[in-house]
C-alpha cells in the first residue's frame, strides 16, 4: 500500500443483519412485482463514494418547519401528538444535524397530493409536510396531528395502518433512510403488507413509536417516542 | 446508552406515492447539482425509470451523490489530499414525471480515490412506490479513459455493464441518457452496498 492509500484508508459502514430490512420483492405489496430487480445485486466494497453523503445546514430549514401544526391560518382538525426521538447510528452514537424530513396523510386519511383520490375531506388548515435536524444529542422534534389510517387498491379491503413517512440523511449515502412510522396498537398490522414485508418481527416492531407521559403535555398533545437507527461504520474490537 | 439490540438499523419502508407533499415539492428538490461557479464540464442528464414490463415510472425519485470536478467530494470523510470547490455540495434530487423521466444539471465528477482512482461516476439511490428500499446504482460516462481501470466496474459481468453508462445525445454536446430498468433481460446493474 502507498503512503498516500494508508493516509486515506476507507473505513466501511456495518451491513444490516439478515432479516432486519425487507427485500426488494415481496408479492403481497403487489407493486414491488414488476419493481424489483431479479439478477443478482453486485455486492459493493465501500468506496469514497458510498461512506461520504450530503451535509445539510440550518439554511434547510425554517423555524416553524418541525409544527405540521402552525403552517396556515387555523389549526388543523385531528388528535394534537408530539412525536420525537434521537437519530443514533449502529455504534450508539448519535448523529447531530441530520435532516429529517416527514410527511403524512391528514387526520381523516387523506394526502394532499392530486393522485390520492380517497373521498375524505382535506384540511384547509393542514399540508401534512414537515422538516427538521437533528441537535448536538441527535434529537428531533415534531409537532403535528395523528394521520388517520386510508384505504389502497393493493388488495380486496386494504386500509394503511396509520403512518408517517420519515426520510433521514445520516452520515453516509448509504445510511439513507426512508421509512414510516407507526403507532402502537394499530389493528390493522396484521393486515398491511408493507408493514408486514420486514421479515423479522423484532424488526417490525423498531417502527412502532411508544407512547410516552413524559413527553405528552397536559390538556393539549399527546407524546410518541420514535428512535431511529442509522447505518453507522464497522466497529472495530480496538476502538475507544 | 442503548443496550446492543436495538441498535440494528431501522428498517426500510416504501417512500409510497405521495412523497411529493415534501421531498420534491419545486423547494426542495435539486434539479441542478452544480452552481454556476462550479468547474468542469458541464452535463445535462436525462434518466429514464422503467419497470419490468418497459413501463414508464411516474412516481420516482433519485437521490445523486457525487464529487467535484477535481474528485473531492464535500464531506470530512474524504481525507484525499484536493482542493474542494468552493461552494460544491454534491446532492442532487429529482423526481420523474408522467413519461418516466426527469433531467439532472450537474458536471462531470473528477477521479476519485484514494489509491486506485475510479473513474468519474456519480452514485444513484432510486425511491419510489413499490420500492420497500432504495436501489443503488452509478453512473458512468461512455468514452471516457479512465472507464477500463475502474475497479467497480470491473466487478461487473461484463455483458452488463453497458446499462452503468450514461450514452451521450449525438446531436447536443454534454446532454447524455440513463435509463435505470428496474427488472428485465436489461436490467440495471444495482449494488449491494
Redesign the interface.
Known sequence: ??S??T?????PYAR??QG?????L?EP???????????P????P??????????FGHDKVAENDHDLTCQHQGEPIGERIIVSGRV?D???RPVPNALI???Q?NSAGR???T??QHPAPLDPNF?????TLTDEQGAYRFISIKPGAYPWFNHYNAWRPAHI?F?VFG??????????MYFPGDPLFDYDP??Q??PEE???Q??ISKFDLETTRPQWAKGFKF?????GPEATPFET | MKRDTDLVPTPSQTAGPFFAIELTTDEHCVKCVAGPQAGGERAWITFRVLDGDGVPVNDAMLEIWQADSNGKYNHPDDMQPKKLDPGWRGFGRVATGEDGTCVLETIRPGCVGPGTQQAPHLTIAVFARGMLKPLYTRVYFTGDAANDEDSILGLVPPERRETLLARPDPGRPGYWFFDVRLQGDRETVFFDV
Open positions: 500500500m502507498d498516500l492509500s493516509r486515506v484508508s476507507i473505513k444490516p443483519p432486519s430490512q425487507p427485500p426488494s415481496y405489496y403487489r407493486a414491488t412485482v414488476k419493481r424489483a430487480p431479479l439478477k445485486l453486485v455486492v459493493l465501500h468506496t469514497l463514494s458510498e461512506i461520504t453523503g450530503p451535509i443514533l449502529s455504534n450508539g424530513e416527514i410527511w396523510a394526502y394532499r397530493h393522485k390520492d399540508t401534512g409536510a414537515g422538516r413517512h426520510s452520515t453516509a449515502f448509504i445510511s439513507r433512510l426512508v421509512t414510516q408493507i408493514f414485508s420486514i423484532r424488526a417490525r423498531r417502527l428512535d431511529i437507527v442509522l447505518r
